[in-house]
């Protein structure tokens, strides 16, 4: 059911819930590796393969489901495996980069551990401090089930901004050609066989979709051609004919803009709308779920404040309904079947509770426990993420979600807002840990879908042009104050903490609003827009153009993009700064956090940085994820002031 209490419901729930005094738990309850992650079936249903941890890093198992024996089939020390994938019914695809760098590799081994082998090297690159980093991506886009030892791979090693399509063997890593890049095209179109049927453009300031005439004599017809921040449509699936399938789109058939985009029925072969499948008052949608079996879609999902998922196909509505019943109190999805249909993974989940995974016997209806992502950890220790709902100071609705603590009235307590990254991203409902050990610690947290956060239509996300320290971070302050007026957060015991877009909030709220905060934690986060154009990575090329309107032009713009850089207002700062990075960070160089360094030794503030040569984007490394936020603690301890904990347990 659709989420629309009203917040003086929400908040009446909260403070006069029964709540018993937290126990502090250890920090590895919360960061220490999944013992399982991600179970798939094999095409032919008689294998499990999953991500577990062995020996403190995610390597994969399959398990027989005959004789429910595990095996473990890769023996990786260095790092985590990332993903895995069957190629086959004998035959697995892995990932991996190095340290972070997100230039990954594919890597091929039989379930029985035999024939490993190589397919593509992960590049070994070092990211120059300052300098504009390489990125390899050479993903997997489809398997192709009349060649099983095939799969077709989109890979921009020729050109970095524009991908093209190889055939690849996945015994030896050999590649053929199926699509060059005409010069423009960002993103591929396959249909249920593998392929080619269309593509997504970027020209400069304009994008599109075009398909493909003629394969041989490589031929396109444009069937959009927009600026970036007009309205236009976008394809959505496709059903096994190849030719009728579904767009989401900020235009009606007849032409008409719309805020929210919507889902339409399309035929790729006339260039016809069908009719409205799918709408929502509040959000874009939507996400479809699609069913490799009927080769069609059976339903939608979208996420306002909790998660939707809308089954139009009466078969899977039956089956899930089923499964609910079975599992209630948790939002349950399959996401993973055999070929023919007779078994699943489902998962299971709420924002208290990390993945269980379940077997469902499709025959039989039956449900059967397989396994606990993190069966160490008790969901009746865990607090509740609460979805809420606030006005900005221009009256543009907010969404976001708030935990507090148990073993509290949850009435004026320290508290940690948390902007998240992006910026064109945004917060969902589900468990987090690192918002659980905040809650742990004592500290309500705060998450705020401040404008540019995707999914919530046009308005919304144009809002945010331009806005980098502006209204994007008056509606993460305004979400501080409103947590201030309820009666939530203690005005004299706040700090900002965030990723990324997330890390660039905290400087700019330790900055612009030195007033609000205690302390501050920037991790792995934009200090110099400037910077930020002059180290992108050159996967990003294609997009730059759309970057100057959205941010600001280096060129023509450079004193407004100096005039939101956090790096230039350090004497601003009056409270302390915790900051972590990885040196092999390819989005955010490392030259942010020197530079961020240096301002604030000259402006005398108190600060701390972090920074770890093996990792990238976000620290991935275990003992690497406890370092920081065993520092996170002390930092918060230090400058909010520890909760007093019990050791009852709730």
Known sequence: ???????????????????????????????????????????????????????????VVVMDLETRKPRVVTNVTSQDVSGFMWANNDRILFFMDKDGNESFGIFAVNTDGSMARTLVTPLDVAIKSGGRAKVRIVSVIDTLDDEPEWVLVSSNERRAAYPELFRMNIMNGRTKIVQRNPGDVVGWFTDWDGKVIGAGFQDGLEVGFKMLKDAEKDEWETITRVRFDDPTFSPAGIKGDGENGWVTSNVTPEGEARDKAALYEY???????????????????????????KRDMIGVAYMVGLPERV????????????????LPGTVNTITSVDDDETIGVVVAQNSRQPAKYYLFDFKNNTLEWLADSRPWLD?????????????????????????????????????????????????????????QFLANRGYAVLQVNFRGSVGFGMNHLMSSWKQWGQAMQNDVTDGVKWAIDQGIANADRVCIYGGSYGGYAAMAGLTYTPELYKCGINYVGVTDLPLLFKTAPDSWAAGEEQMKIMVGDPKTEEEFLEEWSPVNHADKITAPVFMAYGLRDPRVNIRHAQVMENAMEDAGVKYELMIKKDEGHGFRKEENRYDFYGRMESFLAENLGPQQASNVNP
């Not at 072969?269 to 069913?291: A, Q, S």
């Not at 089954?311 to 079975?326: G, H, I, P, S």
Request: proline share 8%; net charge negative; aromatic share 10%.
């Open 267 to 293: 035929n790729f072969k006339t260039k016809t709308f069908g009719k409205l499948v799918y709408e929502h008052p509040e959000i874009d949608c939507c996400g479809l779920i699609m069913n490799e079996k």
């Open 311 to 326: 089954y139009l196909d009466e078969r899977w509505k039956n089956v899930m309904l089923a499964v609910d019943q079975a």
């Open 1 to 59: 059911m659709a989420y629309r209490t009203a917040l003086s419901v929400i908040l009446l729930a909260i403070f006069t819930s029964p709540v018993a005094l937290a126990e502090k738990l250890p920090l590895d309850t919360f960061f220490k590796n999944p013992q399982f992650a991600g179970f798939q079936v094999s095409p032919n249903g008689k294998e499990l393969g999953a991500l577990a941890n062995v020996g403190g890093r995610m390597n």
């Open 379 to 435: 969901p009746q220790q865990m607090a509740e993420m609460q979805p809420i709902e606030f006005e900005s100071r221009d009256g543009m609705k907010m969404h976001g979600y708030l935990t507090v603590p148990n073993g509290t009235d949850g009435r004026n307590l320290p508290l940690v807002v948390n902007p998240h990254g992006g910026p064109w991203a945004r917060d969902g409902w589900g468990y987090n840990p690192e918002i």
